[in-house]
């Protein structure tokens, strides 16, 4: 998630939390008889939604809140589906017009397909993806764990090192992961 979305989350969720807390801590302290909380609630006035009922801004009010409501929701679940995708990148020398265009995640499926072919790894994945405004090929590879690190390096660290040149010069980095199986038995 980029660095915009999520700092958007936080403040959402600190905000939802916060209100939680302070509601919570409020009805234990009425449950609990403490004077001041219960004499601020004798105060509150149970009966102004219904005398608000008949007004004509209160149904503005409720359509605002509405409003507001599914525009917030809808961000937050919008930033949390979609993935965060990395532009094109543009390769300089290509040909005599200028500039080879090409999109990360053909590289990164291209790495998955040679890597696939190797019969040392039971799961292979890579990823174009745009993590808190970082772009990233992500490859990850899962290994029984009969294999060594040394030996799943030795395969998986040229494949890198041919995803670092094609991307050289941009804003693109890379990362190998490697998980290994837990051994049964």
């Known amino acids: 998630m980029n660095r915009g979305p999520a700092s958007f989350h936080r403040i959402t969720a600190g905000l939802i939390g916060l209100i939680c807390l302070v509601v919570g801590v ?50 937050l679940i919008s930033t949390a589906i979609r993935p965060s995708k990395v532009d094109d990148l543009e390769l300089a020398g290509s040909n005599d017009d200028g500039d080879l265009v090409v999109a ?15 019969t040392m790894f039971d799961d292979v994945s890579a990823k174009a993806l745009d993590d808190r405004g970082r772009k990233l090929i992500r490859v990850t590879v899962t290994a029984p764990p009969t ?39």
């Open 147 to 185: 294999y060594s690190y040394d030996e799943v390096a030795a395969v998986l660290g040229p494949e890198i090192e041919l995803i670092r040149s094609a991307v050289d010069g941009s804003d693109v980095h890379v990362q190998g992961l490697v998980h290994f199986e837990t051994p049964t038995g």
């Open 26 to 75: 409020g009805a234990v302290l009425w449950q609990l008889d403490v004077p001041k909380v219960r004499e601020w609630a004798d105060h509150l006035d149970s009966g102004w939604p219904a005398r608000l009922d008949g007004t004509d801004w209160w149904t503005l009010v409720l359509f605002g809140i509405v409003l507001i409501g599914l525009i917030w929701g809808w961000s």
């Open 104 to 118: 990360p995640k053909l590289i990164a499926n291209a790495v998955a397909a040679d890597l696939a072919t190797h």
